[in-house]
């Protein structure tokens, strides 16, 4: 009886039993967002041979959810959502099931879905996501035609189909979601109102006068804001929505309601393991996202990591924290655990409030009797400063300009002393990057010229006096000291090069992320140029050009740092010595640094360009070099390419100069 025959037995004989039919896979990842397909995505780069398997409720790819805001004010088409081309997943043999899943079985590994159907794993991925909170359960209207909940795709879907009927709306909720929301409906000239709960906008991470100045720069565009304000009922007329009712007994008009309330993390599953597995507002994992079950990870909105400052277990729902965790958690899913020993350090969250930046680390509103709190109003932003013995443990930053938001996290995460650095941090005009580059080089360099300590010695002294020695032997032990003195600088020298080496060559494993645009790294295969192509096939979300996206942050390198503390929660062990890392993301815009000539070499002028133009592609030869055809085909070449899909750049090309320019 062959393989084929032996199978279809199994199926006939597990159907007249009533048992699920099982099959396996070495990994499998529940959940196909940003996190749950980078996690495969750098699993089969690690374990090219492995079965990978995504099982997902969702119908349609994993698309780029902060584009969605673009998509909102039809800057972008549902094509332009992909985070990565079509039939990437065919490409890398990641196979896509369509189910629910709805218990874990961990002892015997294995999740049984709808259907009579079960998946057995080797290691298993919870990359479940969030959903939004949405309105109050009891509140009458909840259900009128124009009350929209703003999260997936489908309800992108739903207010663009609406936009045309909709001369006022009324948008509820106190975050970064709701303003975007507020900008996006002003951008389509829709009177709007922003009914906030609290007294301040954001008041967990903003104080009043940064809430304040927010709030007078939405005034500004044309939103009116209602603090203090809650929805106690929708009216309808004939059961569509024509305005809402407020706690302070007024009646709004509007033909739209918007909820942007927040979002929990789907942590369901959690509670359908057959081992206990930890979960409080999300699963709770360690820095290598290990669940307290083993072979169980977690990564995204589901995961709630460990906050530093506060011991609290706190998810992270945002682009830039997903992506980071899935490519940590696709290394753990097979084996790699080297790759993981950078712990993800403070909270940090930098996005656009409308024409300002906001950039927040750590806990800026701290208090208490040994924290000091300095403030700054200058140069049209606000700044907020939370010091302890001489380090940094929050910062707001609030403006037109937004600092290196991974530095600032560096100098948190890392304790720097910050006596010398103050009024340039409060002042906002702080070069991070170029601080931290100095200070690695004195490290270097006291690595390099520190004096050799003394080799101590033990023993008795003997009382009796020894002869001297010969000049012959105080000749060749000098030699011998100076050779081993040479010795042990050439092996300082050669740790130096190593974690240069080291940084240089994990530049080209960081630089490919922009948590806004979402610029995704490519996908590894053999055939690249294939895959450039496809990139600039309008798959992705930003096709840059020159001149228009202005970088928001800094790239720079992480220093090496020995982590000491407590034993880790889940496994016992002390923390393990990070690997050197890098932090050269752009989390605004995905500017990337340019790679140095020992990692990257750069090809000859006269070389033949074979690589598509790519999202990174962009060296072009000096215009004096180049031949008639090339600079036709660069002519071309600028005047297909369409202009930056920023998330707040909504500039269009003007066809005559397009024109012009042939």
């Known amino acids: 009886m062959n393989s084929s025959q032996d199978k279809s037995l199994v199926v006939s004989t597990q159907q007249k039993t009533g048992a699920p039919y099982l099959d396996s896979a070495d990994i499998v990842i529940i959940g196909n967002g940003i996190a749950g397909l980078t996690a495969a995505m750098e699993a089969r780069r690690h374990a090219p041979d492995k079965r990978i398997v995504i099982v997902t409720e969702q119908i349609h790819p994993t698309i780029n959810t902060p584009a969605l805001k673009q998509f909102a004010i039809a800057k972008l088409e549902r094509e332009q959502l992909l985070a990565y081309p079509a039939g990437t997943e065919r490409e890398q043999r990641i196979h896509v099931v369509t189910a629910h899943v709805k218990e874990i079985h961990a002892r015997s590994k294995y999740v049984t879905l709808d259907g009579n159907r079960a998946f057995g794993y080797g290691s298993l991925l919870l990359a479940t996501g969030s959903t ?373 060559q994990s530049i080209f494993y960081e630089e490919e992320l922009s948590p806004f645009s979402g610029n995704l790294p490519a996908v590894p295969g053999k055939n690249t140029d294939e895959f450039a192509s496809l990139m600039n096939s309008g798959s992705l979300l930003s096709e840059r050009t020159t001149g228009e996206i202005k970088p928001l942050t800094g790239n720079l390198p992480a220093i090496s740092t020995r982590v000491t503390g407590e034993m880790d929660t889940f496994t016992g062990k002390q923390p393990a010595v990070p690997e050197v890392t890098t932090e050269e993301i752009s989390p605004f815009t995905g500017n990337l640094p340019v790679i140095s000539q020992t990692t990257q070499p750069q090809a000859p002028v006269s070389a033949k360009r074979t690589q598509g133009r790519g999202l990174w592609a962009y060296a072009n030869q000096p215009a004096e070099q180049q031949t008639g055809e090339q600079k036709k085909e660069a002519v071309k070449v600028s005047i297909e390419r369409r202009p930056s899909r920023n998330l707040w750049s909504y500039s269009q090309g003007d066809p005559a100069r397009i024109e012009e320019r042939r």
């Open 132 to 504: 939004p909170m949405g309105l109050p359960a009891g509140l009458p209207g909840r259900n009128f035609d124009g009350v929209l909940t703003l999260h997936r795709l489908q309800d992108y879907l739903d207010l663009r189909r609406r936009l045309n009927e909709v001369s006022e709306a009324a948008v509820i909720g106190g975050g970064a979601h709701a303003i975007e929301t507020v900008m996006g409906l002003l951008y389509w000239g829709i009177r709007v109102h922003w009914l906030i709960r609290g007294e301040t906008f954001m008041g967990r991470i903003l104080d009043k006068p940064a809430s304040e100045l927010v709030l007078e720069n939405v005034r500004r565009a044309g939103a009116v804001v209602h603090t203090q304000t809650e929805v106690v009922g929708v009216v309808g007329r004939v059961g569509v929505v024509a305005g809402v009712i407020t706690n302070q007994q007024t009646m709004i008009p509007c033909q739209m309601v918007l909820s942007c309330t927040g979002t929990r993390p789907v942590d369901e599953l959690a509670e359908r393991c057959s081992l206990p597995l930890k979960h409080k507002n999300g699963i709770l994992v360690d820095d290598q996202l290990r669940s307290s079950v083993n072979d169980i990870y977690a990564a995204g909105d589901v995961a709630a990591l460990k906050n530093p400052q506060t011991g609290r277990y706190e998810p992270r729902a945002q682009w830039y924290a997903a992506v980071s965790q899935a490519r940590i958690a696709g290394a753990m899913l097979v084996g790699h655990d080297e790759l993981a020993q950078q712990p993800f350090g403070v909270l940090w969250h930098a996005t656009h409030l409308g024409e300002l930046s906001m950039l927040t680390v750590g806990d800026p509103m701290a208090q208490g009797s040994n924290i000091v709190t300095l403030t700054d109003k200058s140069q049209g932003g606000y700044r907020r400063m939370a010091i302890t013995d001489n380090r940094l443990i929050g910062y707001l930053s609030l403006g037109p300009a937004q600092p290196d938001s991974l530095a600032i996290k560096r100098i948190v995460d890392e304790g720097h002393p910050v006596r010398d650095i103050t009024r340039a941090l409060l002042k906002g005009n702080f070069d991070a990057r170029q601080h931290l580059s100095q200070q690695r080089s004195i490290a270097a360099q006291g690595m390099l010229t520190a004096k050799l300590p003394q080799i101590a010695t033990t023993g008795k002294v003997a009382a009796v006096e020894s002869p001297s020695p010969q000049p012959e032997k105080l000749i060749a032990e000098r030699v011998a000291r100076q050779e081993s003195g040479a010795e042990l600088r050439r092996e300082a020298v050669a740790r130096a090069q190593q974690v240069a080496q080291s940084n240089a």
